[in-house]
């Protein structure tokens, strides 16, 4: 049963924020330094958080690159002005008293396995700049700047970076993945936020540039090249092995680093589970179909297979299509956004993101895979003489559903318009600890920067209405 956080109820049967003690510094949970900075290797439960720290083993992230529209999905209006409303109504979920976007008839079946924040704000309008507080959970420098690329001030490693070194790999493949491929305005201007930063390569998440819906998908790093023999390779192995036997691997960090890099390229190549991951021709055809014969789709599918195989985190991006243009590339709705939410955006999303938390579900690892649905900031209240919605970093949605989340809750409102929180407003940084804590991390514990110094990964407060 749903109950409402707003000016006068309460939401989730949770605190508000008012409510919530912030704690911060070393002392929070009563942890010295010493306990911080060894926190992901042994954790300690912090009270008043139920039974979610930790509960989740692996993460997969939905990001809907330039901003889904809060109105047509998660928080519609339907008794503000045509202007605001916008041309779809709504349907009831499975959670008693919440409705969602018409457009949504999938996951609105889904609910109780979902939380949703309404009052998510970084009232910043510019795709890079508030898309990297997404992603980092630390606030671009300045806000408001569009097209801004990596590097200082804007290196802070993103939650992918971060996840990956605190958990490390624990397999073949690398502990994080980005896919189908990285985030970009018009240009192909890169986003920052979205490898390690000042972390070091060694966090970079791995990036696959790819299409696993076509026919011949597979991808190049985990195969030998034609003209490279099982025993060609053997042979290489082999020499490689007498050189470093010979020569010794005495050259300092820069060597090891070398090393460790070119170990883990032969795992990925040698063993047979890391190209089994890959293998989407295994699954059924129906379920194939059940995701959707689209890039989106399969990718979310491939990602469920690589959770499979041990990595800690996927991030799963919608970038633009083939066919998308430039006046409304991906989420970006400047024109047109009732017809490119009926045709093209909403169906294969709702499509994929139901799959995924079913197929989870049915596997028996949705309790404890937390997924993620986000974007860098949501769409205008009021519709454009262009029949589109513009940036509006101001108030939109995230939904997370599976380990550690308590689903049917919805957290915070919104005003009458959708443009501003009325209550329980949530920044990234609570986002990001809140994610951390499900995957059992403080958002207190230390990682070091490049002069030694110890940095908590979060400054955020875990959503305790939520978990």
Not at 152 to 180: C, E, F, I, T, Y
Not at 413 to 431: A, C, F, K, N, T
Request: with cysteine; hydrophobic share 35%; proline share 7%.
């Amino acid at each position: 049963m749903i109950s409402f956080l707003g000016q006068k109820t309460k939401l989730c049967d949770g605190l508000s924020r008012r409510e919530w003690l912030r704690v911060g510094g070393l002392s929070a949970f009563g942890l010295s330094l010493a306990q911080l900075q060894t926190a992901h290797t042994n954790p300690i439960a912090p009270s008043g958080l139920g039974n979610s720290f930790g509960k989740a083993k692996r993460c997969i992230v939905l990001f809907m690159l330039g901003g889904p529209p809060q109105h047509e999905t998660w928080d519609p209006k339907p008794n503000a002005p045509s202007e605001i409303r916008g041309d779809f109504g709504t349907i009831p979920t499975a959670t008693p008293g919440y409705h969602v976007g018409e457009l949504m008839p999938l996951t609105a079946r889904l609910t109780e396995r979902i939380a949703v924040l309404r009052a998510m704000a970084t009232d910043d309008n510019a795709h890079s700049s508030s898309g990297y507080w997404m992603l980092t959970g630390r606030p671009h420098s300045p806000k408001g700047q569009e097209n801004a690329l990596p590097g200082a001030p804007n290196h802070w490693p993103s939650m992918a970076s971060v996840v990956r070194h605190l958990k490390g790999d624990q397999s073949s493949l690398p502990g994080a993945v980005r896919l189908p491929e990285e985030i970009w305005n018009t240009g192909h201007i890169l986003w920052p936020g979205q490898d390690a930063g000042w972390l070091g390569d060694h966090a970079d998440p791995w990036l696959l540039t790819c299409d696993p819906s076509k026919a011949d998908f597979r991808v190049p790093d985990i195969g030998l090249p034609v003209e490279i023999t099982p025993e060609r390779f053997s042979q290489r192995s082999a020499l490689r092995s007498l050189m470093n036997d010979q020569f010794g691997t005495s050259g300092g960090a820069p060597v090891d680093r070398w090393t460790n890099w070119q170990t883990k390229a032969i795992d990925l190549l040698q063993t047979a589970e890391t190209k089994a991951a890959f293998e989407l021709d295994k699954e059924p055809e129906s379920l194939r179909d059940r995701y959707g014969r689209n890039r989106f789709g399969q990718s979310v599918l491939l990602a469920r297979r690589l959770m499979e195989s041990n990595v800690s985190l996927v991030q799963v991006n919608w970038t633009r299509w083939d066919d998308d243009e430039d006046v409304a590339p991906a989420w970006d709705t400047h024109a047109k956004n009732s017809e490119r939410l009926k045709k093209a955006l909403m169906p294969p999303m709702d499509q994929a993101y139901s799959a995924l938390l079913e197929d989870l579900e049915q596997r028996g690892m949705l309790e404890d895979t937390l997924v993620v649905w986000m974007g860098e900031f949501g769409r205008s209240p009021k519709i454009n003489a262009a029949g589109g919605r513009d940036h509006w970093g101001h108030v939109f949605s995230v939904a997370l559903a599976g380990g550690g989340v308590r689903g049917g809750c919805v957290h915070g409102v919104s005003d009458r318009q959708g443009g501003y929180p009325l209550d329980g407003r949530v920044e990234p940084q609570d986002l990001m600890a809140t994610v951390y804590h499900c995957l059992g991390f403080h958002p207190d514990t230390m990682i070091k920067d490049p002069f030694d110094r110890p940095m908590a990964i979060s400054t955020g407060t875990p959503i305790q209405a939520i978990l």
